[in-house]
C-alpha cells in the first residue's frame, strides 16, 4: 500500500537502502541479487511509476532532496533505457536548484524520446537558470509548442525566452498564449507582466501582477515583482510594503538576508537602544538611501538611542565623511555579527518605508555626499589646461545584471552620436574597461581613461566633481553623480530600474538629473540624438565668451 505521511518521514531510508543494493547488484551484473533486493524494496513501496513520483513528490515537499535525489538517481539507473526516469531525475535536481545537474539528466531523456512531456520545457528552463545558449532555449520551446499547442509551461518559459532575445512582439505573444493555456500559473501571469511592462503597457502589467500574487499569495517573487512595478508608477503607499518581499522574491537578493542576531525594527521607540543600519543591494542603492541616515538618526537620538551603520568597503572614506557625523558608529566589511552589542536592525531600503516616503517628501536635498576637497582640487589642477567641456561617460552597468542587456548603451552608440563633437573632452568612468576605450578611441571617440586610480567611489567622486557633466546609463555612476549634485544626464530604457519612476525628464531624487527615455523598447536612437543635441549646444555655451 502507499506510505502514510509518517512513514514518508521516516522509512524512506530502508527503501533507499535495498534500492541502492539492487543498484550495486546491477553494476556488478548480479541479476539474481538484484531481483531479491527490488522485491524486499517494493514491500516497504511499490515500484510502480505513480507511487514512487508520490514518494518524490513527498520528499520534495518536506525539503529533503538529497533523498529524493539518490530516489531518482537509483531508478535512473535501474531503468535506464526509459526518458521517463531521466526527466524525474532532472526534475528533482531543478527543485534542488541544481540546475546544471539536471540539464544532463534531460538531455539523456532528451536522446532516448524528445516529445516527452514537459520535457524540453523543462531542460529549456534548466539552461536559462544556468545561462545557457538562448537559440537552443528557442529551439526546445518552439519545437514543444509545436508539438503541444497548448504546453502552459513551455508558452511561459517562451515567454521569458524571447523577451531575453530583445523579441518583444513574440514574448508578448507568448505571454497571452501561456495565460490562455494556464489561467492558474502564478509564473504565466508573472512573465507576462514582465513583457507588457517592456511595452510600456503599464496597468495591464500590473493587473496581471496583481494576479499572480492573487494566485500565489506567499510566493515572494511575485509579490517583490509587484512592489518595483508600483514604486516605478509612483505608488508609494502600496510599493514600498510590496517592497519588503525583495529580501526572499528579487532575483538579486532573494533568499540571501544576513542572518543578524538581533529582530527588524519597524519603528519601536529606541531609547536607551543601539540600531544598526546596513547597507544592502548594489553600490548605487547605498549610494541613494544613505541619505536617509540624517532622518534616522535625528528620530532615533531624540528617543534617546544610538545608531550605528555598516556599509561597503569599496565606499573609501565617502560616506563617513560626508554622514558620518550623525550616527554613532560607523564601519566597513565587516561580519555584522562582530559589531554587538546592538538591539534591533534595519537594513537602508527599508528606511524610506519606516519614513513613509511619498513623492512630496523625498530628501531630495543634494549634495549629500562630499568629495574629499583636496583630492577634488587635484583633480582640477592636472584637468586645468583643458578648456572643452569635461563630461564623464558610463556606457553599461554591472555585466552580471539581470537588467544590463536592456540598460546598457554601449561605447558604440556613444562613437556613432558623440564622436564629431567638438568642444568636448570625454573621459572614462566605467571601471576595468581598457578594452572598451580603445575601440571607443579607434572608433572616432577620444576619451581619456584615469579609471585606474579609482580604488574606492571616494577616488571617483572626486574626480566626477571636477568635472562638467557626466552622461551614463542606470548605474552607480549616476546615484554617485546625483548625490554630489553634478549634473547628470541618465540615459533610460522603457522599463527603468523603479527610482526613475515614468514619463518624466526630472527626478525628484536628484534635482541635478537629467532623463532621456527611450521611446520604444530597444530603441536608443531618440535619446542619443537629444543627448548629442544637448551636449552639442552645452558645450557652445561653455566656450561662448
Not at 80 to 96: D, E, I, N, P
Not at 210 to 216: D, F, G, M, S, Y
Not at 275 to 291: A, H, I, K, P, Y
Not at 445 to 461: Q, Y
Request: with cysteine; charged share 20%; glycine share 6%.
Amino acid at each position: 500500500m502507499l506510505p502514510t505521511s509518517d512513514y514518508e518521514a521516516d522509512v524512506s531510508s530502508a527503501f533507499l537502502t535495498f534500492l541502492r543494493h539492487a543498484a550495486a547488484a546491477r553494476q556488478n551484473a548480479t541479476a539474481k541479487a538484484e531481483s531479491r533486493w527490488l522485491d524486499a524494496a517494493s514491500q516497504l513501496h511499490p515500484l510502480d511509476d505513480d507511487s514512487l513520483e508520490t514518494l518524490s513528490a513527498a520528499l520534495l515537499e518536506q525539503a529533503r532532496h538529497g533523498e529524493a535525489i539518490e530516489l531518482a538517481a537509483i531508478i535512473a539507473q535501474l531503468d535506464s533505457h526509459r526518458a521517463l526516469t531521466h526527466f524525474r531525475l532532472g526534475y528533482v535536481l531543478q527543485m534542488a536548484n541544481r540546475h546544471g545537474e539536471a540539464i544532463a539528466a534531460y538531455r539523456r531523456a532528451l536522446a532516448i524520446e524528445p516529445t516527452l512531456p514537459r520535457l524540453r520545457s523543462n531542460l529549456a528552463g534548466a539552461l536559462m537558470m544556468t545561462g545557457g545558449d538562448l537559440s537552443e532555449q528557442l529551439t526546445l520551446l518552439e519545437s514543444a509548442v509545436r508539438d503541444e499547442p497548448c504546453e502552459g509551461d513551455a508558452w511561459t518559459n517562451l515567454t521569458h525566452a524571447y523577451r531575453t532575445g530583445m523579441n518583444l512582439p513574440r514574448a508578448l505573444e507568448a505571454g497571452a498564449r501561456a495565460m490562455q493555456c494556464s489561467p492558474l500559473s502564478p509564473l504565466a501571469h508573472n512573465n507576462y507582466a514582465l513583457a507588457l511592462r517592456e511595452a510600456q503597457r503599464w496597468a495591464e502589467a500590473e493587473q496581471a501582477t496583481k494576479t499572480a500574487c492573487a494566485i500565489a499569495p506567499s510566493n515572494t517573487t511575485m509579490r517583490s515583482n509587484l512592489g518595483m512595478l508600483q514604486l516605478m508608477r509612483g505608488d508609494y503607499t502600496n510599493g514600498w510594503s510590496s517592497h519588503e518581499a525583495r529580501w526572499d522574491g528579487s532575483a538579486e537578493l532573494g533568499g540571501n538576508r544576513p542572518a543578524i542576531p538581533a529582530p527588524t525594527w519597524h519603528g519601536e521607540p529606541l531609547a536607551g537602544k543601539t540600531l544598526l543600519v546596513w547597507g544592502e543591494q548594489g553600490m548605487g542603492d547605498v549610494l541613494q538611501f544613505s541619505r536617509y541616515v540624517p532622518m534616522l538618526a535625528d528620530r532615533v537620538h531624540r528617543e534617546g538611542g544610538r545608531v550605528i551603520w555598516n556599509s561597503f568597503p569599496q565606499m573609501g572614506a565617502l560616506l563617513t565623511r560626508s554622514l558620518g557625523q550623525y550616527v554613532d558608529g560607523y564601519s566597513t566589511g565587516v561580519d555584522l555579527e562582530s559589531l554587538r552589542p546592538f538591539d534591533y536592525e534595519i537594513p537602508l531600503l527599508s528606511l524610506p518605508l519606516i519614513f513613509g516616503t511619498r513623492a512630496s517628501t523625498i530628501p531630495a536635498a543634494v549634495p549629500y555626499l562630499h568629495a574629499d576637497d583636496t583630492a577634488s582640487q587635484s583633480w582640477r589642477r592636472r584637468l586645468a589646461g583643458e578648456t572643452r567641456l569635461k563630461v564623464g561617460l558610463t556606457w553599461t552597468g554591472s555585466l552580471g545584471h539581470q537588467r544590463n542587456p536592456y540598460r546598457r548603451v554601449g561605447w558604440e552608440r556613444y562613437a556613432t552620436h558623440l564622436g564629431r563633437l567638438q568642444n568636448v573632452a570625454f573621459y572614462s568612468l566605467q571601471p576595468g574597461a581598457d578594452a572598451d576605450v580603445a575601440a571607443a578611441r579607434a572608433a572616432g571617440l577620444p576619451m581619456t581613461d584615469h579609471t585606474a586610480e579609482f580604488a574606492t567611489f571616494d577616488n571617483t567622486a572626486a574626480f566626477v566633481s571636477s568635472l562638467d557633466l557626466v552622461i551614463t546609463v542606470c548605474t552607480s555612476a549616476a546615484h554617485l553623480s546625483g548625490a554630489l549634485g553634478q549634473r547628470t544626464w541618465v540615459l533610460l530604457d522603457v522599463n527603468p530600474h523603479w527610482v526613475w519612476l515614468l514619463d518624466r525628464r526630472d527626478s525628484p531624487w536628484y534635482p541635478s538629473a537629467t532623463l532621456y527615455r527611450q521611446p520604444q523598447f530597444g530603441q536608443w536612437e531618440a535619446p542619443l540624438e537629444a543627448v548629442a543635441r544637448d551636449l552639442n549646444a552645452l558645450a557652445a555655451e561653455h566656450r561662448a565668451p
